[in-house]
Every structure is written in structure tokens, then in C-alpha cells.
């Protein structure tokens, strides 16, 4: 059933089942304190324990489908007001 969902859902998305689909969880978290070999077992983990929280989620990623484009330079800089320092306001009073 979950199988079907997932295909169901791909189609619906035009996903095609070539693609580099990757699961995730989410709402995790790992400890990254080091606690010793004496510690309360109650409230503490010992340093990369993962617990999952309870509302944890799943994660289905297209990575074929990530359009990754890197910031760009802008082509020209006009800003409304000028940007004047601090120590040019200074030297002006």
C-alpha cells in the first residue's frame, strides 16, 4: 500500500522512476554533548545518540529535480540613498 502511494504520488508530481529519489527523517535530534561514563540516564545521552521527536516527519526528495543555481552577482548597484560610513558622517558634522 505504501509502495502504491509513493508511485501514486510520483506520477502525480511527473516524477519519472529513473530519477534519484532519496528519504529523509526529519525532527531529529543527536547529542552533542559529552556526558562521561557517570550521567543521568533520564535526561541525558551519551554524545551521538539520535532521538527522533514525536513529530517526526518523512522526507522524499527528487534530487534530479533540484534546481541548484548559485547567487549571481547583481549586473549593476543603484542604490535609493548612498551609502555614506560612519566615519564620513563624523568628518561632515
Not at 39 to 61: C, E, L
Amino acid at each position: 500500500m505504501l509502495a502504491s502511494k509513493i508511485a501514486e504520488t510520483m506520477n502525480t508530481l511527473g516524477w519519472d522512476h529513473g530519477d534519484n529519489i532519496v528519504v529523509e527523517i526529519g525532527g531529529t535530534q543527536v547529542s552533542g554533548i559529552d556526558v562521561g561514563e557517570d550521567y543521568n540516564k533520564k535526561w541525558q545521552s551519551p554524545i551521538g545518540t539520535r532521538k527522533y521527536n514525536k513529530d517526526a516527519f518523512i522526507v522524499i526528495k527528487n534530487l534530479d529535480r533540484n534546481p541548484f543555481e548559485p547567487s549571481q552577482p547583481m549586473e549593476e548597484f543603484n542604490p535609493r540613498h548612498p551609502y555614506e560610513s560612519k566615519k564620513e558622517e563624523e568628518q561632515v558634522s
